[in-house]
């Protein structure tokens, strides 16, 4: 099993790094060297599919679920394969930051409603 690889990382005050764990298909949110977040995935031939991103409750509406899917999405794109979103949370991410739908191809999962 490979170890973690880190992607990104803030200052020390709320240190929050995002780690791809690539051998089980996931991305860590850590805040502070704690486990706070997750975005899983599944790769297909040809294209990966976001399926389920999560922030714990009591971390929510300070921007960390934005870090950690707007890093899963630059990194999966970075690949060359389509990333597709089957997941509420993530297209809700789509509408609000449009400036990353060029990294996800069309499903027609439209968001929270």
């Known amino acids: 099993m ?3 690889t880190s992607l990104v990382s ?3 005050a709320g240190a929050v790094r995002v780690l791809h764990h690539a ?9 502070d060297g704690v486990s706070v977040g997750m975005l899983i995935y599944e790769t297909s031939p040809g294209h990966s599919s976001i399926t389920h991103a999560m922030v714990r409750a009591d971390r929510r509406g300070r921007g960390l679920g934005a870090t950690l ?3 899963a999405l630059d990194h999966l794109a970075a690949t060359g394969a389509p990333v597709r ?3 509420a ?3 809700g ?12 191809q069309p499903t027609g999962h439209r968001g929270p409603r």
């Open 10 to 12: 803030t200052g020390s």
């Open 89 to 91: 949370t993530v297209a």
């Open 69 to 71: 899917i707007s890093t």
């Open 93 to 104: 991410f789509l509408q609000r930051f449009p400036e990353y739908t060029d990294r996800v």
């Open 2 to 4: 490979l170890p973690p």
């Open 23 to 31: 051998a089980e298909r996931f991305y860590e949110l850590l805040e």
């Open 85 to 87: 979103v089957h997941c």
